[in-house]
C-alpha cells in the first residue's frame, strides 16, 4: 500500500515537500517513482530512485529544483520540490516497481498510491 501526502496549493517560486509511505513494502519492488499527471497530459516520470544504494533520476523539466530521497528504515520516499512554477501543477502518484529508474514508462511500476493534487498558482 502506499500513501501520497503533501500536496497542496503553492506560489510560483514556492516549495513543497511530498511522502510517500510504503506499508507492506516487498523485496520484488526494487525502485520508487514520483510521476505527475496534468489534465489533457500523459503521466510523466518525475523522479525515480533505487532502495538500495540511493541511486537517483530525474526528468530535464525538474533537474536542479527536485529532490528525490528515501528513508530504508521507514519505507518512505519524499520528493522536495523547489522553485515551483505554474508548470508543475499536476497530480503526483507515487508508484513502486521492479527495474531500472532510468526507464521512465509507468507499465515498469506495479503499485501506486492515490495521488496528491500540487498547484502552483499566484
Known amino acids: 500500500q502506499l500513501q501520497a501526502f503533501g500536496g497542496g496549493l503553492v506560489q510560483p517560486g514556492g516549495s513543497l515537500r511530498l511522502s510517500c509511505a510504503y506499508s507492506g513494502r516487498t523485496f520484488s519492488t526494487n525502485i520508487m517513482g514520483w510521476f505527475r499527471q496534468a489534465p489533457g497530459k500523459e503521466r510523466e516520470l518525475v523522479a525515480a530512485?533505487?532502495?538500495?544504494?540511493?541511486?537517483?533520476y530525474y526528468a530535464d523539466s525538474v533537474k536542479g529544483r527536485f529532490t528525490i530521497s528515501r528513508d530504508n528504515a521507514k519505507n518512505t520516499v519524499y520528493l522536495q520540490m523547489n522553485s515551483l512554477k505554474p508548470g508543475d501543477t499536476a497530480v503526483h502518484y507515487c508508484?513502486?516497481?521492479?527495474?531500472?529508474?532510468?526507464?521512465?514508462?509507468?507499465?515498469?511500476?506495479?503499485?501506486w498510491g492515490q495521488g496528491t493534487q500540487v498547484t502552483v498558482s499566484s
Open positions: 508508484a513502486a516497481g521492479q527495474g531500472s529508474i532510468y526507464y521512465p514508462h509507468p507499465s515498469q511500476y506495479n503499485y
Open positions: 530512485i533505487r532502495w538500495s544504494g540511493g541511486s537517483t
